[in-house]
T-cell receptor, first 114, second 114 residues
Framework: GAVVSQHPSRVICKSGTSVKIECRSL??????MFWYRQFPKQSLMLMAT?????????EQGVEKDKFLINHASLTLSTLTVTSAHPEDSSFYIC??????????FGQGTRLTVV | SQELEQSPQSLIVQEGKNLTINCTSS?????LYWYKQKYGEGLIFLMM?????EEKSHEKITAKLDEKKQQSSLHITASQPSHAGIYLC??????????????FGQGTELSVKP
């Protein structure tokens, strides 16, 4: 299957700083990318959907200014957690979809804010 | 908004036994995905179903989508310890901007006893 690379896999940052997570589709052009957050022992919560070249569509309750999403090209989307706080600590995972086909997932990023 | 109800939430089976996981949607599904995950890791794509009555198999795993496209089941035959993990059903909803959005059920945690 197609490969989606997410980086970094783990990051520890200080409270108040910003962290950028990258999601790349390595061997296909992703028309749509999704960003999820997952708490321990829970399912994936959709944060936002982004289409290349347009603004991301955020789910209700997700702060746009807090979680900045950029989908600058058909192979790259980034999620920036701004002014991170300990409650932002979580597992973040991206998914890339090619047209009407399958959605492939990155390996996730474990964010810890101290 | 569309919701996915997955059952059971957890399942413990003896190696060699068959099992079924169900996923029910509150609305008609445009696409139904099955994934496997180990917590803290990425999702492994299993199958995608789009047509009412569709059935797909891969090795010992079979997934079906009912004719009304509101219910799907994942069946594992002769389970093995390697089948253990979290199984997630995902639904593609609201096709817009060529993307739609992909939401998930609560997940089913499967343990297989040797």
């Amino acid at each position: 299957g197609a490969v989606v690379s997410q980086h970094p896999s783990r990051v520890i940052c200080k409270s108040g700083t910003s962290v950028k997570i990258e999601c790349r589709s390595l061997d296909f052009q992703a028309t749509t990318m999704f960003w999820y957050r997952q708490f321990p022992k829970q399912s994936l919560m959709l944060m936002a959907t982004s289409n290349e070249g347009s603004k991301a569509t955020y789910e209700q309750g997700v702060e746009k200014d807090k979680f900045l999403i950029n989908h600058a090209s058909l192979t790259l989307s980034t999620l920036t957690v701004t002014s991170a706080h300990p409650e932002d600590s979580s597992f973040y995972i991206c998914s890339a979809r090619r047209g009407a086909g399958e959605a492939f997932f990155g390996q996730g990023t474990r964010l810890t804010v101290v | 908004s569309q919701e996915l109800e997955q059952s059971p939430q957890s399942l413990i089976v003896q190696e060699g036994k068959n099992l079924t996981i169900n996923c029910t949607s509150s609305k008609t599904l445009y696409g139904l995905y099955w994934y496997k995950q180990k917590y803290g890791e990425g999702l492994i794509f299993l199958m995608m179903l789009q047509k009412g009555g569709e059935e797909k198999s891969h090795e010992k795993i079979t997934a079906k989508l009912d004719e009304k496209k509101q219910q799907s089941s994942l069946h594992i035959t002769a389970s093995q310890p390697s089948h253990a993990g979290i199984y997630l059903c995902g639904a593609l909803t609201l096709i817009y901007n060529q993307g739609g959005k992909l939401i998930f059920g609560q997940g089913t945690e499967l343990s297989v006893k040797p």
